[in-house]
């Protein structure tokens, strides 16, 4: 991969961002300026960008028409790096003379090839043109996506190189001020991805870190194992009794897949090239769960009701491991210093290794995936890994990874100027506000900005094979309940689409609490269940606190989550939903209430129904009386001769306590929803 001693001349060929456009001095930060530092003195770059410039010679500024064109040419060099295409975007362009991309790209590779027959050329998927783009929506994101994809069927056709100089800057827009040109730091990821895939050094081997000792690997699927190595060095992975190997590639990617393996352990893992070895050991192979969310998740089993025999057992815990990707700094209300800040924006927000599972680690360790991972290794009588990344007040925009977002066409919306957007709710707005309150760069990065979460905590994980997710998160979206429907599909989707199977996403319905728009959201995220397949709901009205957003009875939350896995996932025959609300019939002056898993319902406390309400055409809601009549519940009122609809548990903190024989409550709802005509 490397050149010989004598010096090799490098001919960057690009547009305005291989110029250095926007930059400072860029004759020192321009990247390829950067590049030269990197490679030394074996090796001479020379920078042929031209601002505005296209791949299509019929474009309107056609980079083989310009100086920097012919200097390029002129200059006869070894290797020849290309980055152009992103101006092709332009409507006066792409639209038109499309189908002469390819072969202008081909005519451009021809011509260096016929100054120097021996030159190298690596041609480079394009940087990134981020939503705030004045022409993003009208045409240029869709485009760009298309130039994209040809851009690597080129790379083959025309037997040249690729370079992906799109993905190390896709989750760093703070590095693009005006949406399309980098910063000096994002020159220097240019300069870095470059010299990598000139040199082929990546550092040597290295693991995903994710793979650590004390993890558990999902049974009963093929088991990836990934990382970076220098390009061309062959990596052999041992395991047990299995073994696999793969070379990296020019990227320094590499990837063994090893067999499906029943669960067990504790095994030893080794991970070796010709001359460095990782050994992991305390492995386990069992049942892995990604448990995410907001501050409800993230809520620590010390802090939880009744911790004290919990945290006992705890101690004995050996199958059970906890992954908890920490966040760096709370967002709590609180001025963030600027070493955190550019820590934020680095993507480095998150951190964490694999630990047993004992007092010690359980102790901080999210209370509800604790009190979910334990009911399911006492059921399963398997090893259970988790994997807690939260993040206190995040919203679930925040949780989306950007390209779905920007494909989205309501969504795309959110990605710029996300700080004064109603899209996102004040509070979530105020305190990023807070934490950002030292910021000096304009687009300064933040936990609850749309995507980031993903981008920091979840597209590192994504390789990992997991058995499913649950999920406690909706506080902060409850401002518009429409809006987070859209939201909510969209991100279970998205996730699935990330990891590659259709795994299930079990979810808590918001407690109880003094605020007024909680029962309309929790009715939503009830009608969400019908809405997303695979997917579960565990009912926590009966848990919560009128004053405080973080009610402490958390075991039964992560017992309700782990009843909806045990059941749909495992297939074990246990009770998992508490009454389901199917529909309303009104039979004289009573509404009738069919319910699923309705099998011995009654009153929690022993005392008369409470929470149910009834109302007449005029859509006034009262206060009603309701009994239990075999599966079904009877609710009317004196004041409704004529009732029409019916809701239950509709008061923003509520004490409704419908329960069938399980003892699992039931979901607000309400039969009468708004619809357009």
Known sequence: MGQSASRGKVACIGNSVTYGYGIENREEYAYPAQLQALLGPGYEVANFGQSGATL????????????????ALAYRPDIAVIHLGLNDTDP???????????????????????????????????????????????????WFW???????????????????????????????????????????????TVYTSITGKYGGLQLAPVYADHMVLQQKVPLPVYGIADAGQEVTVSFGSERGTATAGANGKWAVMLPALKAGGPFRMEVSTQDTSISISDVLVGEVWLCAGQSNMAFPLRQAVHTGPELVAAQQASTIRLLQMKPMAETADIAWDSATLQKVNQLQYFSGTWQRGDSATAKDFSAVAYYFGKRLQERLGVPVGLIQVAVGGSGTESWIDRYTLERHPQLVGMLHGWRDSDFLMPWVRERASRNLGNATLPKQRHPYQPAYSFEAGVAPLTGFPIKGVIWYQGESNTHNSELHETLF???????????????????????????????????????????????????????????????RQKRQVGERLAGWALARTYGRQVPYSGPLFQRARIKGNRAVCSFAHSKGMRASDGQALRGFEVAGSDLVFSKAKAVVSGSKVRVWSGRVPEPKYVRYAWQPYTTANLVNKANLPAATFSSFTITER
């Open 56 to 71: 299509l010679r019929e474009g309107h500024r056609p980079y083989a028409s310009t100086q920097q064109y012919k200097e």
């Open 92 to 142: 006066r362009n792409w639209p038109n003379y499309r189908d002469a991309f390819a072969a202008d790209y081909g005519h451009l590779i021809d011509t260096l090839r016929a100054v120097n027959p021996q030159v190298r050329i690596l041609i480079c998927r394009l940087t990134p043109i981020f939503s705030g783009h004045p022409r993003f929506a009208s045409g240029t994101r869709e």
């Open 146 to 192: 298309q130039i994209q994809a040809l851009i690597p069927f080129i790379a083959e056709g025309r037997r040249v190189e690729l370079i992906d100089l799109h993905t190390p800057l896709y989750h760093r827009p703070d590095l693009f001020p005006d949406e399309l040109h980098p910063t000096k730091e994002g020159a220097a990821i240019l300069a870095a």
């Open 489 to 551: 599909k969209t991100l279970v989707q998205s996730w699935r689409e990330q990891w590659g199977y259709a795994f299930p996403f079990y979810y808590v319905q918001l407690s109880g609490i003094n605020r007024p728009s909680w029962p309309y959201f929790r009715d939503s995220q009830r009608q969400l269940l019908q809405q997303i397949p695979n997917a579960g709901m565990a009912v926590s009205t009966d848990l919560g606190d009128s004053l405080d957003v973080h009610p």
